[in-house]
């Protein structure tokens, strides 16, 4: 069977509540030329996975008036996505708890009340992007990954494969590229060696799914290279984790601190503002920043490697 013959298969399901893909689903795109990642005119988003079932393609599309997602796959591991479909667009989210104790906080839970912390339930798909991302800017870190897929991924089970849909590599072949493909990718030594270690570790790793995020992140940064930054992006992605903030980055704690107080803070000044909301601090991250709250940018942008260690 080839990947541009694999039958689709299909599932509906109806959540709840409302289902907002295009927020959901963004975190999980990284840049406007991921080949993982697709966007339909008609507003479906399609993602290439490495699956444990094996690799698979999903579409999904939401009706938005009863919040039903339908969904059709490709692929040996079509059958996995389409089972874990709810998970991933925040089924199991739990906001129990989650009270808004600031007025712009409030009105993004308003706004964005489709909004749900993903679940993807795949570690490394999220952990390799997060490494190459250390240190440096999104655009430089997208380039090196869309360069990363494009060389040494596969054509994506399915249609969208005529798009150029890609499947990242395996676990397996990311730790198999030399490191002279990572340099050319712009992708340094250190955050090399962390990668090829996880990927050669992701057997490992991809078990944090059935542990606590606490447990599973402590997993994640037992290799070396992969820190508190790091194993929370994973963890908003791939784990749930509605708690998981994103410490260490260069942009969000002074974008909070601005956005709530008025001034920039660094992490401490984050964990203190962050504290009332124990449980749900990554969901006021991301409800902050799908609501655009950033300080105001005086002069020239940051050059590449703005972010701090990971």
Same mark, same amino acid.
Not at 24 to 29: D, S, Y
Not at 125 to 141: H, R
């Given at each position: 069977?080839?990947?541009d013959?694999?039958a ?8 709840q ?6 927020a959901i ?11 993982t990642?697709?966007? @339909?005119?008609?507003?479906?988003v ?8 094996g690799?698979?393609?999903l ?11 339908e ?8 059958q996995?996505?389409?089972? !874990?479909?709810?998970d991933?667009?925040g089924?199991?989210? /739990? ?7 600031h ?10 009340c489709?909004?749900?912390?993903p679940?993807s ?9 997060a ?15 869309r ?5 040494f ?8 494969a ?5 499947l ?7 730790? @198999?590229?030399p490191?002279w ?16 270690r ?12 059935d ?12 290799v ?9 992006e ?8 509605? /708690?998981?903030v ?6 969000v ?6 956005a709530?107080?008025g001034q920039?803070? /660094?992490d ?31 002069g ?6 703005? !972010?701090?260690p990971r």
């Amino acid at each position: 069977m080839t990947p541009d013959t694999d039958a689709a298969v299909g599932r509906s399901w109806r959540s709840q509540r409302p289902v907002a893909l295009g927020a959901i689903t963004a975190t999980f795109r990284r840049g406007s030329g991921d080949p993982t990642f697709r966007r @339909a005119p008609d507003g479906a988003v399609v993602r290439a996975v490495r699956t444990p079932a094996g690799p698979a393609s999903l579409e999904l599309r939401v009706a938005a008036p009863d919040a039903t997602v339908e969904a059709r796959a490709w692929g040996q591991g079509a059958q996995w996505a389409l089972e !874990h479909v709810p998970d991933l667009l925040g089924g199991a989210d /739990d906001d129990e708890g989650f009270v808004a104790h600031h007025p712009l906080v409030a009105e993004a839970a308003r706004r964005f009340c489709g909004w749900r912390v993903p679940r993807s339930g795949l570690v490394l798909d999220a952990l390799v992007p997060a490494i190459i991302e250390q240190k440096v800017t999104g655009q430089e870190a997208f380039a090196g990954y869309r360069r990363l897929v494009g060389r040494f991924g596969d054509p994506a089970p399915g249609p969208y494969a005529a798009l150029g849909l890609r499947l990242p590599p395996t676990a397996a072949g990311w730790a @198999a590229i030399p490191s002279w493909e990572f340099l050319q990718a712009s992708v340094d030594s250190a955050r090399s060696t962390a990668l090829v270690r996880a990927a050669r570790a992701a057997g490992r790793l991809e078990q944090g799914v059935d542990l606590t995020p606490a447990r599973a992140r402590l997993r994640m940064q037992a290799v070396p290279g992969v820190g508190v930054w790091t194993s929370a992006e994973v963890a908003q992605r791939a784990l749930g984790d509605a /708690d998981a903030v994103s410490y260490g980055d260069y942009h969000v704690a002074r974008n909070i601190g601005w956005a709530l107080t008025g001034q920039e803070v /660094d992490d401490d000044g984050l964990a203190e503002l962050l504290e009332p909301y124990a449980g749900h601090r990554y969901r006021v991250q991301r409800l902050l920043e799908l609501a655009g709250a950033r300080r105001p940018r005086h002069g020239a942008r940051m050059a590449p490697r703005t !972010h701090l260690p990971r």
